[in-house]
């Protein structure tokens, strides 16, 4: 079993910056690809970005490209997600997933992969 903690949250103005943190535990981290997804008031949940099990390739939502840097440090078996130039359509609850598999070919295989493990989620909210 695998547990996903995420960690950050919080109230930021707009144009503002915040960092989150997934902490896992319960299996082999460094094996899998792992994202962020987010959800936010009265929508469904929605691709953030995502990496691949060795961090080398990178995948953005286009809504966050440019903003969003997501990278992981398979030592710690964390997941960071650094945001910039937050808007307050950016105000959600962002949720850490591990995959399925370790890599994908294409990219949309992780706006809809499989996901084996989710977190609980940790709130942001971003002010106008």
């Known amino acids: 079993q695998v547990q996903l903690v995420e960690s950050g949250g919080g109230f930021v103005q707009t144009g503002g910056s915040l960092s989150l943190s997934c902490a896992a535990s319960g299996r082999s981290f460094s094996d899998y690809a792992m994202g962020w997804f987010r959800q936010g008031p009265g929508k469904e949940r929605d691709f953030v970005a995502a990496?691949?099990?060795?961090?080398?390739?990178?995948y953005y939502a286009k809504f966050v490209e440019g903003r969003f840097t997501i990278s992981r440090d398979n030592a710690r078996n964390t997941v960071t997600l650094h945001m910039t130039s937050l808007r307050p359509d950016d105000t959600a609850v962002y949720y850490c997933?591990?995959?399925?598999?370790?890599?994908?070919?294409?990219?949309?295989?992780?706006?809809?992969?499989?996901?084996?493990?989710w977190g609980k989620g940790t709130l942001v909210t971003v002010s106008s």
């Open positions: 997933a591990m995959y399925a598999n370790s890599d994908y070919e294409a990219a949309w295989q992780y706006y809809n992969g499989a996901i084996n493990y």
């Open positions: 990496l691949t099990f060795n961090g080398r390739s990178t």
